[in-house]
Nanobody, 123 residues
Framework: QVQLVESGGGLVQAGGSLRLSCAAS????????MGWFRQAPGKEREFVAC????????YYADSVKGRFTISRDNAKNTVWLQMNSLKPEYTAVYYC????????????????WGQGTQVTVSS
């Protein structure tokens, strides 16, 4: 089990950028695949991006490919989501998530969730 705390959300204009951070507790962070999900008002939570424990494999939802970049530093127990060229439809609560495999994260199977951070993109 790993505890996750997100930060970095906020209000940004369309076309702007934000970088979300997720700090994880525990000494076994590197064995976990990590991911980001988002939930917009009135919608289901959806997969955004994930990467393997080593960071060598990354996966993105089609809607964010080329705009978002997921990365991690296992020495710092941290994963980031760099979000560029933001659109108003990206407004949502963004959640950090962990599981042992990216294959599970990609289909929404998550073992640990963060509390979420609000991202609001104004038009």
């Amino acid at each position: 089990q790993v505890q996750l705390v997100e930060s970095g959300g906020g209000l940004v204009q369309a076309g702007g950028s934000l970088r979300l951070s997720c700090a994880a507790s525990g000494r076994t962070f590197s064995i976990y695949a990590m991911g980001w999900f988002r939930q917009a008002p009135g919608k289901e939570r959806e997969f955004v991006a994930c990467l393997s424990g080593s960071g060598g494999s990354t996966y993105y939802a089609d809607s964010v490919k080329g705009r978002f970049t997921i990365s991690r530093d296992n020495a710092k127990n941290t994963v980031w989501l760099q979000m560029n060229s933001l659109k108003p439809e990206y407004t949502a609560v963004y959640y950090c998530a962990a599981h042992l495999t990216t294959s599970n994260l990609r289909v929404g199977v998550v073992s640990d969730w963060g509390q979420g951070t609000q991202v609001t993109v104004s038009s």
